[in-house]
């Protein structure tokens, strides 16, 4: 029930395509869903993130779509560029503590130009 | 957000030894983490640093072989005890500065264990 599923494990778009990344979740008591960006050698950094009152949020290139009937989220990058090969992870956690995370397995983006 | 400082950013040790890694943030932060990532995975929460009392740990940690120490607001510990090959990893230090806060990361410390 703790678990969050995430897909696909790797993905590979071109310069300028649209990068879709899904997850969805078991425990109803999670409120909050950020997404983080790992590259090779650093730590995660926190990308977006959004709360169960809104279905959709966006920041530049970043958007997070929120299913709260389905228990799932998204996130789409537009315009994908090559900086953005990265390692994406997505993660759930209660709002009472959102330090305490619950991740995805990631997802390897690798955009080509 | 504050900025993470870890020691050290890598290391490699003989299986049956030990190794304490720091955790230094540049402000106060509310509460600290430890995370373990394993070569190729996600990451999994070891423990939530408490200042100034035991460290709560999450199913499948034990204090006697992840003992945590935070003294102060801005500095937590975590020593891999008694290390064997599979405890090879990336071990990241977190935190939040406030109460529903997003979760700030340090740079981690890659430990491989021979």
């Known amino acids: 029930q703790q678990q969050v599923k995430q897909s696909p494990q790797s993905l590979i778009v071109q310069k300028g395509g649209i990068s879709i990344i899904n997850c969805a979740y078991e425990?109803?008591?999670?409120?909050?869903f950020p997404w983080y960006q790992q590259f090779p050698g650093k730590g995660p950094a926190l990308l977006i993130a959004?709360?169960?009152?809104?279905s959709e949020k966006k920041e530049g290139r970043f958007t997070i779509s929120f299913n709260k009937s389905a228990k799932q989220f998204s996130l789409h990058i537009m315009d994908s560029q090559p900086g953005d090969s990265a390692t994406y992870f997505c993660a759930a956690s209660n709002s009472g503590n959102t330090g305490k995370l619950i991740f995805g397995q990631g997802t390897t983006l690798q955009v080509k130009p | 957000s504050a900025v993470i400082s870890q020691k050290p950013s890598r290391d490699i040790c003989q299986r049956g030894t030990s190794l304490t890694i720091q955790c230094q943030v540049d402000?106060?932060?509310?509460?600290m983490f430890w995370y373990r990532q394993q070569p190729g995975q996600s990451l999994t929460l070891i423990a939530t640093a408490n200042q100034g009392s035991e460290a709560t740990y999450e199913s499948g940690f034990v204090i006697d072989k992840f003992p945590i120490s935070r003294p102060n607001l801005t500095f937590s510990t975590l020593t891999v005890s008694n290390m064997s090959p599979e405890d090879s990893s990336i071990y990241l230090c977190?935190?939040?500065?406030?109460?529903?806060?997003?979760?700030?990361f340090g740079q981690g410390t890659r430990l491989t264990v021979v």
């Open positions: 402000s106060q932060v509310t509460m």
């Open positions: 959004i709360r169960p009152d809104v």
């Open positions: 425990n109803t008591a999670f409120d909050y």
């Open positions: 977190s935190a939040i500065q406030g109460w529903n806060t997003e979760a700030f």
